[in-house]
């Protein structure tokens, strides 16, 4: 009796483990591109904590941009995996969470005390908890929106600010409020229910209008004619659409309710006038 239960043992053991073996081998070019954007992050972490805000600022949308490719090369190549989702979600949370919130506090939080890093805190916090959140709402909601903030756009905002500032002729830090509650709102806003476009719905590879072109060139050059303030502009835009968009939403549905009611009610009187003129 003893022998067969350690038989039986070894043979539900010995089957589990061949069902929760890994794959032997990993995709190479899409994780070398993960791997780059992780070194960016880790780059910009060093550079602040050395006080060189304007490198770690720029090797923040470095990151994103590598961060960009390694999917769009796994989806083209037909080489995603399970693996490297997650890895890219780990490179994600160091990139555009942990680096922002240093970067912030180097810059300018550490002035404010124990606010200050509850702050910085706080945004990789909810940096991760938005990771997490994205993660198990993947074929769940609709892919043309994000559920709160995106952690890459709450990260180019900060860097962008750092940009921003340098670019107008500040210098050392900036022991401001503001900064202080724009990280505070950047991190409720990565949290939030709160839709914001994720423009996947949009082809580049497709015909378009000639003047669909022309525009794109415009805006080309207007960016890397003043990249500071345009990349500030549009990062600080993105994340006032979702708020504004939201606040639109709501009053459009409370003043239609009431539209609705009032002209409910008038025929509903327009109504009762005809039953009591009726013989």
């Known amino acids: 009796m003893n022998k067969n239960f350690k038989r039986e043992r070894?043979?539900?053991?010995?089957?589990?483990?061949?069902?929760?073996?890994?794959?032997?081998?990993?995709?190479i070019l899409p994780n070398l591109f993960t791997?780059?954007?992780?070194?960016?992050?880790?780059?910009?972490?060093?550079?602040?904590i050395q006080g060189q805000y304007v490198y770690a600022a720029v090797a923040i949308p470095i990151s994103l941009i590598l961060d960009g490719l390694d999917g769009r090369i796994a989806r083209m190549t037909h080489t995603t995996s399970r693996f490297g989702v997650e890895y890219d979600s780990l490179s994600d949370l160091v990139a555009f969470g942990v680096a922002p919130s240093v970067l912030a506090y180097t810059w300018s939080l550490n002035s404010f005390g124990k606010w200050?890093?509850?702050?910085?805190?706080?945004?990789?916090?909810?940096?991760?908890?938005?990771?997490?959140?994205?993660?198990?709402?993947?074929?769940?909601?609709?892919?043309?929106?994000?559920?709160?903030?995106?952690?890459?756009?709450?990260?180019?905002?900060?860097?962008?600010?750092?940009?921003?500032?340098?670019?107008?002729?500040?210098?050392?830090?900036?022991?401001?409020?503001?900064?202080?509650?724009?990280?505070?709102?950047?991190?409720?806003?990565?949290?939030?229910s709160i839709k914001f476009y994720s423009f996947k719905d949009l082809?580049?590879?497709?015909?378009?209008?000639?003047?669909?072109?022309?525009?794109?060139?415009?805006?080309?050059?207007?960016?890397?004619?003043?990249?500071?303030?345009?990349?500030?502009?549009?990062?600080?835009?993105?994340?006032?659409?979702g708020p504004v968009w939201w606040v639109l939403r709501m009053m459009r549905r409370l003043f239609g309710s009431a539209k609705g009611d009032q002209t409910t009610g008038a025929g509903e009187i327009k109504t009762e006038t005809k039953s009591e003129s009726a013989p």
């Open 116 to 192: 200050g890093w509850l702050a910085a805190a706080l945004f990789t916090t909810c940096g991760a908890l938005r990771l997490a959140r994205f993660n198990v709402q993947i074929g769940v909601i609709d892919s043309r929106y994000f559920n709160g903030l995106a952690i890459p756009a709450a990260a180019i905002v900060v860097s962008s600010t750092v940009l921003l500032y340098f670019y107008l002729g500040g210098e050392g830090t900036f022991p401001h409020l503001s900064i202080l509650a724009g990280m505070i709102a950047l991190s409720l806003l990565m949290v939030s």
């Open 203 to 241: 082809h580049f590879l497709t015909r378009e209008p000639f003047m669909t072109v022309v525009l794109a060139v415009i805006l080309m050059i207007i960016v890397l004619a003043e990249p500071q303030v345009m990349i500030f502009t549009f990062a600080v835009s993105y994340a006032v659409s």
């Open 35 to 48: 791997t780059a954007s992780l070194f960016a992050g880790i780059y910009a972490i060093i550079a602040s």
């Open 10 to 27: 070894f043979l539900r053991r010995d089957k589990f483990f061949q069902k929760d073996q890994m794959k032997k081998g990993i995709y």
